[in-house]
Nanobody, 122 residues
Framework: QVQLVESGGGLVQAGGSLRLSCAAS????????MGWFRQAPGKERDFVAL????????DYQDSVKGRFTISRDNAKNTVYLQLNTLKPEDTAIYYC???????????????WGQGTQVTVSS
């Protein structure tokens, strides 16, 4: 079992930055691949970024490449998502999730946090 708690969301102007954190409790954090997803009102939950167990592999949705950076600190049981050059279309609830394999599919993730709201004003 893994419990995930996101933090760091907020209201920011377009062009600004935020850093999201996802703290995991439970055992063997480093055995999990970690992903970030987002869901805007009335839309499906979409893949944003993922990172492999020790950070060697990362993957991003095309619309965030070059603006967002995923990282993890296994000693702190935490995964991060740095959001730069934010756009109004990045507004959504951001969720972190844990999985035993590398996947962009939200239905393949076993554990989810409660989400943190990111709102980007124009």
């Amino acid at each position: 079992q893994v419990q995930l708690v996101e933090s760091g969301g907020g209201l920011v102007q377009a062009g600004g930055s935020l850093r999201l954190s996802c703290a995991a409790s439970g055992r063997a954090f480093s055995s999990y691949f970690m992903g970030w997803f987002r869901q805007a009102p009335g839309k499906e939950r979409d893949f944003v970024a993922l990172i492999s167990r020790f950070g060697a592999t990362t993957d991003y949705q095309d619309s965030v490449k070059g603006r967002f950076t995923i990282s993890r600190d296994n000693a702190k049981n935490t995964v991060y998502l740095q959001l730069n050059t934010l756009k109004p279309e990045d507004t959504a609830i951001y969720y972190c999730a844990a999985n035993r394999k590398l996947s962009r599919r939200p239905d393949e993730y076993d554990y989810w946090g409660q989400g943190t709201q990111v709102t980007v004003s124009s």
